[in-house]
């Protein structure tokens, strides 16, 4: 996720850009940069790596005339947070600027036959493609120039583009990733978002799928690929500030909640080749190291532990390595006993817990080969590890962690299914099978994620009770975890999560009619020992609370509540039952008054042990 942003009117643009940014802040900090064009064509660029801060304090001295720019504030995902690989990005000759937000997918095709028709690249990642794209197409008209460019490209993209040839025209295009105009009286404004605009004009357009929009003076023009031109009347905003950065939620983390399918989508997207292989390069891509591998070593803390233990079904049942997952503050002083054929895998959305980052260190004294799993591109974990494999997820701004959390499970997911491949573990037909359905999670997701009255309504009912179970067996064992980690740590509330079968060891001894049980029982292999386990609840007289498949009537005979999720192979059900689970103990904070985005004595990163 990154904010982009453009203006074109009768004011200087550097100003308001930089006002923009500031707005557009939280969907990227890692770098920052600005491009205006003066009104003969003469343009300034200017970008940095970090924060919005440091490009502020580099420009309060530069004078930039000009009454038309482009920004960009950056969250990393094809190359590393540097200046060459900041926005605006330009073509061969610096007559054109792009600012750019998603992935593209076929980038490395598309910039393998740009390099063969002679293009020279000066950054690493997939926009500047896009501009070159432009400049092949480009004969004296930026629009026709961006449409007959976009064609060529796939994936998600929300682009602002300027040309010194055409020093007022402003033209911006999307596919999948958010792009808004600003209506103001003779000016423009286009962005990531309407916070970036809101205090100059509260007049906005929504541009839809593969939609471009050229404005300049008084004009404006919205086109489809084909170049038909489409009608499309401004609507007036009337959130406030505060909600229109959360781009109308009521909280980041009811927002982060909501991103997850387009977040998984972009987490599988760089690691599948059009032809549906899987394409990440690493050491671990190996045949003979990946062949020789005795163990995996999974470390993390809280969420990302959780992520780990549901991808040990994985690794050992797609690819047959055995797994260990470890939490991490337990493993670094554990003196565990390692090997060099072991693989340690360490996960972390922040790339810093410092936990985690002490077990990596522990893993490469000892010789043990190091991947990090991480959200935060240019992390410190990132910087230690052997081999990095980023989660696409965007900033993460609620402490509790949700998208970061099934955006690791696609990554793991591909981890496990690329071992499967190496070690012949799983045949083309069984991997066939899995890829789809792995694919597929993002829309049965917006599934589960446009039916959630009944949570709420379920929220309002047990808001009150001040202890809660959470069971789960096989794959769903460790989604009762992270079901119960929600919970407790945004409402305050005491909750548990057990391994159903255990129940009876002791956790039973806890239920009466005051404590619900809320039990993840989707229709897979251990589903019947799973009921009998619902059952012994209800004989306590305790209230269940079902996240059950869709296609499972007879549930609702055993439980007093039922979530309902899309069915999918076992083991890729996680991404989907957890989803209930999160808006579950979201809707129980919120009626207790809790502020879900900055929970009372959490960090959202813990760099402290
Ligand atoms: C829970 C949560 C934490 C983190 C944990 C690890 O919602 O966010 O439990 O998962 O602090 O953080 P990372 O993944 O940054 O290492």
Not at 565 to 571: G, Y
């Amino acid at each position: 996720m990154c904010g982009i942003f453009g203006y074109t009117g009768n004011r200087e643009a550097k100003e308001i850009l930089l006002h923009g940014l500031r707005r557009l802040e939280y969907r990227g900090y890692d770098s920052a940069g600005i491009c205006v064009i003066g009104e003969n064509g003469d343009f300034k660029r200017l970008r940095v790596r970090g924060n919005l801060d440091i490009l502020e304090n580099h420009l309060a001295n530069q004078v930039m005339p000009g009454k038309i720019g482009i920004a960009h504030t950056r969250w990393a995902t094809h190359g590393a947070p540097s200046e060459q690989n900041a926005h605006p990005h330009s073509d061969c000759h610096e007559n054109l600027f792009v600012v750019h937000n998603g992935i593209i997918e076929n980038f490395s095709q598309l910039r393998g036959e740009l390099l063969e028709r002679g293009h020279e690249f000066s950054s690493e990642t997939d926009t500047e493609i896009i501009a070159h794209l432009i400049e092949e197409k480009y004969e004296g008209d930026l629009s026709v120039a961006v449409r007959e460019a976009i064609r060529q490209l796939e994936g998600s993209f929300a682009i602002a583009v300027v040309h010194r040839g055409e020093p007022e025209t402003l033209v911006a295009a999307r596919r999948e990733s958010p792009l808004v105009i600003g209506v103001g009286t003779d000016e423009w404004f286009v962005a990531s978002a309407v916070p970036a605009f809101l205090s100059m004009t509260r007049k906005v357009i929504f541009l839809e799928d593969n939609e471009i929009v050229t404005v300049c003076g008084k004009s404006l023009r919205i086109t489809d690929l084909d170049g038909v031109e489409i009608e499309r009347k401004p609507q007036e905003i009337t959130w406030d500030l505060d909600a229109a950065e959360k781009s109308g939620y009521e909280d980041f983390m009811l927002k982060e909640i909501f991103e997850q399918p387009r977040a998984f989508m972009d987490t599988l997207a760089d690691k599948f080749s059009r032809e549906g292989e899987i394409s990440i390069e690493g050491f671990f891509s190996n045949k003979d190291y990946v062949m020789s591998l005795r163990r995996i070593v999974i470390v993390a803390c809280g969420t990302s532990y959780h992520a780990g233990l549901i991808s040990r079904y994985l690794f050992e049942q797609w690819a047959k390595v055995p797994v260990e997952v470890e939490i991490a503050s337990e493993f670094r002083y554990r003196g565990a006993v390692l090997s060099e054929q072991d693989l340690i895998i360490a996960i972390s959305q922040s790339g810093e817990t410092a936990d985690t980052l002490a077990s990596v260190r522990e893993a490469k004294a000892a010789k043990v080969p190091v991947i990090a799993l991480v959200n935060v591109v240019g992390s410190q974990m990132t910087r230690e590890a052997d081999s990095v494999i980023y989660t696409h997820a965007g900033p993460e701004i609620g402490v509790a962690a949700t998208k970061t959390f099934t955006s690791q499970m696609a990554a793991l997911a591909v981890l496990a299914l690329h071992f499967g491949r190496i070690r012949d573990a799983l045949s083309d037909g069984k991997y066939g099978v899995i890829a789809e359905a792995l694919r597929g999670i993002p829309v049965l997701m917006k599934d589960v994620l446009a039916d959630i009255e009944p949570i709420a309504e379920c929220a309002q009912e047990y808001s009150h009770c001040e202890n809660f179970l959470f069971l789960g067996r096989g794959i769903s064992y460790p989604v009762a975890l992270e079901g119960a980690l929600k919970l407790k740590e945004i409402s305050y509330i005491h909750a548990e999560g057990y391994p159903a079968g255990e129940m009876k060891h002791g956790p039973i001894a806890l239920l009466d009619r005051r404590v619900p049980v809320v039990a993840v029982v989707t229709r897979d292999s251990l589903y019947e020992k799973m009921v009998s386990n619902i059952e012994e609840v209800k004989a306590r007289g305790a209230p269940v609370i079902a996240i059950a498949s869709t296609g499972d009537p007879d549930i609702e005979k055993v439980c007093d509540r039922v979530l309902r999720v899309p069915e999918t192979i076992e083991l890729l059900s996680p991404p989907l039952t957890v989803i209930p689970l999160q808006l579950l103990a979201y809707h129980i904070a919120k009626i207790r008054g809790c502020n879900v985005d900055q929970p009372r004595n959490l960090a959202k990163t813990v760099t402290v042990e």
